[in-house]
C-alpha cells in the first residue's frame, strides 16, 4: 500500500480548491482528511451544509487516483473501477451527479 506523500497532501487540496473556484461556484470550499492510501473529500456548500464527494485512492501517482463515490443511503463510498483520470476530473465527475442535482 502507497504511503501518500506529504507533497501530494499538500498539493491536492490545493488543485480541487482550484478546480472548484474554476466550475463549481455552488461549492464554498473543498476539505480533504486522509486515512491511510485514502484522501476524503468533502464539499461546503454556499449555505454551509457539508456534503460528501469522493474517497481517492492513491496508487503511487500524484497525478492518477482510484475514485469511489460517496452514497448517501447507505453512508458509504462506491468504487468506480471504470474511472482513470485526474483528481480534478474526478471532482468534475462528482460534481455533476451530486451537486448540481442538490442546488440546480
Not at 506529504?6 to 486522509?34: C, D, G, I, M, N
Not at 486515512?35 to 464539499?43: I, L, R, S
Amino acid at each position: 500500500m502507497p504511503v501518500i506523500p506529504a507533497s501530494t497532501k499538500t498539493s491536492l487540496p490545493q488543485r480541487l480548491r482550484a478546480r472548484a473556484k474554476e466550475r463549481w461556484p455552488q461549492l464554498a470550499a473543498v476539505h480533504v482528511r486522509y486515512h491511510g492510501q485514502f484522501a476524503y473529500v468533502t464539499g461546503e456548500l454556499t449555505d454551509g451544509q457539508q456534503l460528501p464527494l469522493m474517497r481517492l485512492r492513491y496508487s503511487g501517482s500524484a497525478h492518477r487516483w482510484g475514485l469511489a463515490v460517496y452514497r448517501a443511503s447507505n453512508n458509504s463510498y462506491e468504487d468506480q473501477y471504470w474511472f482513470s483520470g485526474t483528481t480534478e476530473e474526478a471532482l468534475d465527475f462528482v460534481c455533476d451527479v451530486l451537486v448540481i442535482p442538490i442546488t440546480g
